[in-house]
């Protein structure tokens, strides 16, 4: 069963803008990759960046990071890396690796969108003061949760619970503020006020609705309810990266069958926020993909905050390949993150170790 991950809890503090940081969720799994190659000499030296790597089908697929097995120092015995190009012969890589992550997607709640008209042409609804709308939960097996909303006219929003005939939750309305309704793992449901975020709920979080309270007049609220879910694209993600798979494999050996083990040319898939994963999906690219890892929510969260402490509010843009690459104080905080675990940031979700990228013998291997 899958759950929401705690890289979305970390996120959903910077509200609006946490759009513009969810999107930097890949590129901070990218960056972090690219230091665990760039540690080693050796690998940084074969190394070549958003190539287009050509399958037995003809097409060409743009992934993140190819492993020659020749090297390419300059005459004072620096690691050359080589950006972008095509591969049609796959012969000389020994490893392709691809890095994919699937968010959480906030949607309208179906219900609050039918019950309330819309504003204009905005993604928001118009609710006029003492209307009640239910908000609830209802696990498989477990407790139901059903809240009652209602904004007054004193500018405060009053909820109440059909379960538990005491509870009263009471705050007063401001503009751009936000209620976040929670569901744990445990069954167990809590409201988060508007001075509050995620960051500071600690269960594993199941599912959460986040009612925004995006402005307020004489007649009502401006309003917003999103469902959160967990990673609702993962089976597209899944098909995409084992495709590329395959259909480089029967490039290079004729055969789209899995070698066990394989030695030649390792196919990996670099992952995060694996909470979004369902069995099926990770049943798929066990199937087809040689190598599968996970960078943890905590590993790429402390990697946010090391960026955001360092560089403020602009953090995000710093959050690139690119700048990795000619950014030194970039690239010093992604050497600081791996490095404080010796390279093992991939867990690999056959034997659940975690484990470190290296090129021993001229052959791509992990530890």
């Keep these: 069963m899958t759950n929401l991950s705690d890289t979305f809890k970390y996120i959903s503090h910077f509200r609006h803008a946490g759009h513009q940081v969810g999107r930097k969720v890949g590129d901070m799994l990218e960056v972090l990759t690219y230091a665990a190659i760039a540690r080693d000499s050796e690998m940084l030296a074969r190394l070549q960046v958003e190539p287009k790597l050509h399958g037995f089908s003809g097409a060409g697929h743009k ?5 020659l097995s020749t090297t390419n120092f300059d005459e004072q015995g620096n690691p050359q890396v080589i950006n972008g190009g ?6 000389e890589v020994i490893s392709f690796i691809e890095c994919k992550k699937v968010g959480v997607e906030q949607t309208v709640n179906g219900k609050f969108k039918k019950t309330f008209p819309k504003n204009g042409n905005n993604k928001s609804y118009k609710v006029p003061f003492d209307n009640t709308f239910p908000i609830s939960f209802a ?3 477990g407790d139901r949760h059903t809240y009652s909303v209602t904004f007054s006219p004193d500018r405060k929003i009053r909820i109440t619970k059909a379960e538990d005939t005491n509870f009263l939750f009471e705050e007063n309305l401001v503009d ?5 309704f929670t569901l744990s793992t445990d069954g167990l449901s809590e ?8 960051r500071n709920y600690a269960p594993t979080l199941a599912n959460c609705r986040i009612l925004e309270i995006i402005s307020i007049s004489d007649a009502g609220v401006i309003a917003l309810l999103n469902d959160c879910l967990s990673g609702p694209q993962t089976p597209e993600k899944a098909k995409q990266s084992s495709f590329v798979a395959l259909d480089v494999r029967k490039n290079r050996f004729n055969s789209f069958d899995k070698r066990e083990p394989e030695t030649e040319m390792v196919s990996v898939l670099v ?12 049943n798929m690219i066990k199937s087809c993909i040689d190598k599968n890892f996970v960078v943890s929510d905590d590993i790429i969260v402390e990697a946010f905050e090391a960026f955001e402490n360092h560089f403020g509010e602009s953090f995000y843009d710093k959050i690139t390949k690119e700048n990795f690459e000619n ?3 970039v690239r010093r905080i992604a050497f600081d993150i791996v490095n404080q675990y010796d390279g093992k940031i991939f867990l690999d979700i056959e034997d659940q170790i975690y484990k470190k990228l290296l090129v021993r013998d001229n052959l791509f291997i992990t530890l």
């Design 63 to 67: 992934v993140e990071f190819i492993l």
């Design 327 to 329: 950014d030194a104080d």
């Design 86 to 91: 095509e591969i049609t012969n796959p012969s």
């Design 271 to 282: 992952l995060t926020e694996f909470s979004h994963w369902e069995e099926k999906s990770q």
């Design 191 to 198: 409201i988060i006020g508007n001075n509050r975020s995620l």
């Design 176 to 180: 751009e503020g936000r209620i976040i």
């Design 139 to 141: 696990p498989r097996g």
